[in-house]
């Protein structure tokens, strides 16, 4: 009925709860990434050690199990900030373009092609995202986004980890002693540039979802004026007459 409130969730009520969620489970990835990274470094110094002598079956035990284990759970939980970001970026597209009374610069299975699509997505990344936060700063629709350096930043870490990714596979399939020693450690550097890319990610999404979420109350001060400097004297008003009504 109008004149009623509707009981439907906007996408920029989404927001808050979603931004939130989201960049914590990012800032946890990144921990078990970067553990995981520990893992193969320290194994990659089991196999130097073991070229001058012999290693004690516990610990070559111990760091197989803390290698598979590490590696096991950055993966598995690589796929929930993964889901959850494409997630806020179609909700973050969408709310953008409500605010400003428009529909989103490219349809949705651009968006979908330009994120997930191997090789494809290295270039249309930035641009999915650019456009994001052209949105998000109520920029001019007809002009051309120019991305931030926080989201080249971001779109640094993006190709850095799909290339680094995609070198560890090849190079892991190469056999001999040296390409396993090789691997281990491109391993390492891949789950430092997944835990980079996640990180930078959190920080795309915080500052996005400030922009696009009204200033809330508790983080308004109240000001006074203490003193002013500069200002040109004020003009002098003239005298009212005698028996002038007020």
């Known amino acids: 009925m109008p004149g009623t409130a509707s009981g439907e969730v906007r996408p920029i009520d989404r927001i808050p709860v979603l931004a939130r969620s989201l960049t914590t489970i990012l800032w946890t990835f990144a921990v078990l990434a970067v553990t995981a990274a520990a893992a193969e470094v320290w194994r990659y110094v089991l196999l130097v050690q ?9 610990v070559v035990a111990f760091s197989d199990a803390f290698v598979v284990l590490a590696g096991l759970l950055t993966t598995i939980f690589s796929l929930l900030p993964a889901g959850l970001s494409l997630w806020w970026l179609l909700v973050a597209r969408r709310a953008a373009a409500d605010e400003a009374g428009e529909e989103p610069a490219r349809p949705t299975w651009q968006v979908l092609v330009g994120v997930l699509v191997p090789v494809a997505n290295l270039p249309l990344a930035l641009s999915v995202v650019s456009e994001l936060e052209h949105a998000v ?3 001019p629709r007809d002009g051309r986004p120019k991305p931030s350096r926080l989201v080249l930043v971001w779109w640094g870490a993006w190709l850095t980890n799909w290339v680094m990714l995609a070198v560890t596979i090849v190079w892991r399939m190469r056999p001999g002693v040296q390409a396993l020693a090789d691997s281990v450690v491109l391993v390492a550097l891949t789950d430092l540039a997944a835990a980079a890319l996640a990180i930078v990610t ?3 999404i915080r500052r996005f979802s400030h922009l696009l979420m009204p200033i809330a109350p508790v983080r308004l001060r109240d000001l006074r004026v203490l003193k002013v400097t500069g200002a040109p004297d004020p003009e002098l008003r003239t005298a009212r007459p005698l028996g002038a009504a007020r």
Do not use: E, I, K, Q
């Open 202 to 204: 959190a920080l795309v």
């Open 50 to 58: 073991s070229r001058d002598s012999a290693l004690t079956t516990g």
């Open 137 to 139: 700063l109520r920029r």
